[in-house]
């Protein structure tokens, strides 16, 4: 993994696409504006399950190796080996990050983490980059940490200025600039892109967002 795959760093499921979309549409879009890495996301009341979860990832990871873009699985460490994925993300409610990182061998991992000591045990275990939010308030995980700024962005980019970061939560055209600041590698989207009613002109504004601040 290079740290500007995490520049524009796109987060999707089925139920993140409005009911007239189609999920798979959108990841193409996204893909084609220029998102440089994908994360499979399938959560939710009504996401899919069994073969059709399955078949779905298989979607999209075929559509990501086309475009060169890196497939990553949250959480589902099984199925990330079963299909050969680029990596896992894990939060903090999923496998430790020791044994993740002994199940997915070689393979990009991923840790959210919302504090120092969260961030020191990635660090320790070989994590390939760290997610770090809710940044601002978001609609797109019910069960969402408090928002918290870019304060402890900023600190932990600043102590540990090898590690490639990504922001997530809540961010949008108006606030990414502020994330950027931080110095941290990339920002995480999901509604953003799902719910853009032109996804090149967003995907287009945050690139540039990111080249600004550089």
């Given at each position: 993994?290079?740290?500007?795959?995490?520049?524009?760093?796109?987060?999707?499921?089925?139920?993140?696409?409005?009911?007239?979309?189609?999920?798979?549409?959108?990841?193409?879009?996204?893909?084609?504006?220029?998102?440089?890495?994908?994360?499979?996301?399938?959560?939710?009341?009504?996401?899919?399950?069994?073969?059709?979860?399955?078949?779905?990832?298989?979607?999209?990871?075929?559509?990501?190796?086309?475009?060169?873009?890196?497939?990553?699985?949250?959480?589902?460490?099984?199925?990330?080996?079963?299909?050969?994925?680029?990596?896992?993300?894990?939060?903090?409610?999923?496998?430790?990050?020791?044994?993740?990182?002994?199940?997915?061998?070689?393979?990009?991992?991923?840790?959210?983490?919302?504090?120092?000591?969260?961030?020191?045990?990635?660090?320790?275990?070989?994590?390939?980059?760290?997610?770090?939010?809710?940044?601002?308030?978001?609609?797109?995980?019910?069960?969402?940490?408090?928002?918290?700024?870019?304060?402890?962005?900023?600190?932990?980019?600043?102590?540990?200025?090898?590690?490639?970061?990504?922001?997530?939560?809540?961010?949008?055209?108006?606030?990414?600039h502020s994330v950027f600041q931080t110095g941290v590698d990339g920002v995480a989207v999901i509604s953003a892109i799902c719910q853009s009613k032109d996804v090149d002109?967003?995907?287009?504004?945050?690139?540039?967002?990111?080249?600004?601040?550089?």
């Open positions: 993994m290079k740290r500007e795959d995490l520049e524009l760093y796109f987060i999707m499921g089925t139920s993140n696409v409005p009911p007239q979309e189609q999920p798979i549409y959108i990841l193409e879009k996204a893909l084609q504006a220029g998102i440089t890495m994908f994360q499979f996301r399938e959560k939710g009341p009504h996401a899919l399950t069994g073969l059709a979860y399955e078949q779905f990832a298989r979607q999209c990871q075929k559509l990501c190796h086309h475009y060169h873009v890196p497939f990553i699985i949250n959480d589902d460490v099984d199925l990330a080996i079963r299909l050969g994925a680029d990596g896992v993300h894990i939060g903090q409610d999923d496998l430790p990050v020791s044994v993740a990182r002994k199940r997915i061998g070689d393979m990009i991992l991923g840790v959210s983490v919302h504090c120092e000591e969260e961030l020191q045990i990635a660090i320790n275990h070989q994590a390939d980059y760290v997610g770090i939010g809710p940044i601002f308030p978001t609609s797109s995980k019910s069960d969402a940490q408090p928002p918290c700024g870019t304060s402890f962005l900023q600190e932990a980019h600043s102590l540990h200025p090898e590690l490639p970061i990504v922001a997530i939560g809540g961010i949008n055209f108006t606030n990414a002109h967003t995907v287009a504004t945050f690139r540039s967002l990111s080249r600004i601040n550089k």
